[in-house]
């Protein structure tokens, strides 16, 4: 029987094989994440050592995990019931709260950047063991709120120990978030649940990911622009704008120009399609967003210091952000396919060895390294499109 409050149900219509479709509340809600991108990007920018590194990536996990379990959980959430609605309101909430912090969440703001994310996944998981209560679903969240809630705790506790050993202490929740899944969500005398039992519409869960990688791009032209504003436009100047700009078009093509030809399952109600949307959906698009968010810092530094050797930090993100993809990419096709997508492997190698001779030698400016880098994201672009053409006329 159907939860209602109000004239609709809280759960979606699962009897048709369809994909649900993506609420207009649910595109909502992504616009925080345009904030907390934008937000993480600069961290970097102003942190570009090692333990900056860290730092912004321990935050871009705790960031991105939010976003990805309140995607899986609107898989099954009515976009229409007003319960839901305000449910995700409040998320959105949260969500703000972390991004605010983001620029101190070693510092001061560290405790509004922890209770922020532990409101936001407790609540949600809450919600979701309430929603489905007398189903195995139910059974399901309940597992995963304990998990929220260990995390939680550690969480907590990286706020109040000494400042040295805050990253080690959110390290390790990350570390329990993320193997969440990975452990089926086992609780000590109530057994696990594994991933097959998560009946989903992975087709959805494709929809929001690919909206959230474009969010991810866009942010990257907003700091394109910003930069431009601040900055007297030379040629130099000029030309990083447009290889920054094709970089991201790059990024752009070929994420959405590859045709998935043979996939592990294409039916919606297949057992496997909650493992399958795990490694592609979970785990493969944080690695390709981090990739997009370290090319939209690239790009600031490339256009505001086009000429001259370029510096460790800058080499690494000009380079890192399309490996960054790459990899991501690597690993959403072999969840999807089970296939290895070699093109990309062979471009990973380009990259790294121009990474090499940068770091080596005086011979390349950032603006040639960056030119250098989109070439070799174009050579992968024109690559797919040649494989394209002649599947489709075979």
Do not use: K
């Not at 078009?249 to 043979?262: H, P, V």
């Not at 070799?376 to 489709?392: D, E, I, K, Y």
Request: hydrophobic content about 55%; charged content about 10%; overall charge negative.
């Amino acid at each position: 029987m159907q939860l209602r409050f109000g004239h609709e149900p809280v759960l979606r219509d699962r009897q048709s094989s369809e994909a649900s479709e993506v609420g207009a509340i649910e595109l909502f809600f992504d616009l925080v994440y345009v904030f907390a991108i934008i937000q993480l990007s600069h961290f970097l920018l102003d942190s570009l050592d090692p333990a900056g590194i860290a730092q912004t990536a321990v935050l871009f996990l705790a960031v991105w995990w939010g976003w990805n379990y309140t995607a899986w959980a609107m898989n099954w959430l009515n976009p229409q019931n007003t319960t839901v609605r305000v449910l995700t309101a409040f998320l959105m909430l949260a969500g703000l709260g972390m991004a605010v912090s983001l620029p101190a969440a070693f510092q001061d703001e560290a405790l509004l950047f922890a209770g922020s994310y532990i409101c936001l996944q407790v609540v949600r998981t809450a919600f979701m063991v309430w929603a489905l209560r007398g189903r195995q679903l139910g059974a399901n969240f309940a597992h995963l709120l304990a998990w929220n809630v260990l995390a939680g705790i550690v969480w907590v506790a990286g706020v109040f120990v000494p400042g040295e050993y805050q990253l080690w202490v959110w390290l390790l929740a990350v570390v329990i978030d993320y193997a969440a899944p990975i452990a089926n969500f086992a609780v000590p005398g109530f057994g696990s649940v594994p991933i097959t039992s998560w009946p989903l519409h992975r087709e959805h869960l494709a929809e929001r990911n690919r909206l959230v990688f474009i969010i991810a791009l866009g942010e990257s032209i907003l700091i394109m622009g910003f930069t431009l504003d601040e900055v007297e436009l030379t040629t130099p100047v000029v030309l990083a704008t447009i290889i920054g700009f094709l970089g991201l078009l790059l990024l752009w093509w070929n994420y959405f120009g590859f045709r998935f030809e043979e996939e592990r399952s294409t039916n919606p109600e297949a057992a496997e399609q909650a493992d399958i949307a795990r490694s592609a959906f979970a785990y493969a698009h944080a690695v390709m967003i981090a990739g997009a968010i370290v090319l939209a810092v690239s790009i600031e530094q490339v256009t505001a210091h086009p000429m001259g050797h370029p510096e460790p930090a800058v080499v690494g993100c000009v380079v890192g952000g399309p490996l960054l993809y790459l990899l991501g990419n690597l690993l959403y096709i072999h969840a999807r396919t089970l296939a290895i997508a070699w093109s990309r492997l062979v471009v990973a190698g380009f990259l790294l060895v121009l990474a090499a001779v940068a770091s080596a030698t005086h011979l390349l400016t950032p603006l040639a390294l960056a030119a250098l880098t989109t070439l070799c994201m174009l050579g992968l672009a024109v690559f797919a499109n040649r494989v394209r053409s002649q599947t489709a006329g075979a």
